[in-house]
């Protein structure tokens, strides 16, 4: 199983910048598409950003022009750079990401990290 630790999450006030990591674990499985997801207090989990392992991303509109998905495949990394931030970005952030190993395709959740933007 992959293992995903994340990082970057905190205080802001709005209009400022964050920058999420979620480092991968080490293991024999491929990784394929790596994404994040938010939930916001009362809400239900939302789709972020995606990035494929070609390198090809996706946005959900609420963030489009402010934040940028993108991942470092040597450390098995991706990241959220977070832009423009508005309190309603306030969230918990989760990575998650798609693994294959013998044909069998498999995902993981990170623990979250949590986003606060003041206004």
């Known amino acids: 199983q992959v293992h995903l630790v994340e990082s970057g999450g905190g205080l802001v006030q709005a209009g400022g910048s964050l920058r999420l990591s979620c480092a991968a674990s080490?293991?024999?499985?491929?990784?394929?598409?790596m994404e994040w997801y938010r939930q916001a207090p009362g809400k239900q989990r939302e789709l972020v950003a995606t990035?494929?392992?070609?390198?090809?991303?996706n946005y959900a509109d609420f963030v489009k022009g402010r934040f940028t998905i993108s991942r470092d495949n040597a450390k098995n990394t991706v990241y959220l750079q977070m832009n423009s931030l508005e309190p309603e970005d306030t969230a918990v952030y989760y990575c998650?990401?798609?693994?294959?190993?013998?044909?069998?395709?498999?995902?993981?959740w990170g623990q979250g990290t949590r986003v606060t933007v003041s206004s």
């Open positions: 998650h990401v798609w693994y294959s190993k013998n044909g069998w395709q498999y995902d993981s």
């Open positions: 080490e293991s024999p499985f491929s990784i394929n598409d």
């Open positions: 990035v494929t392992s070609a390198g090809n991303t």
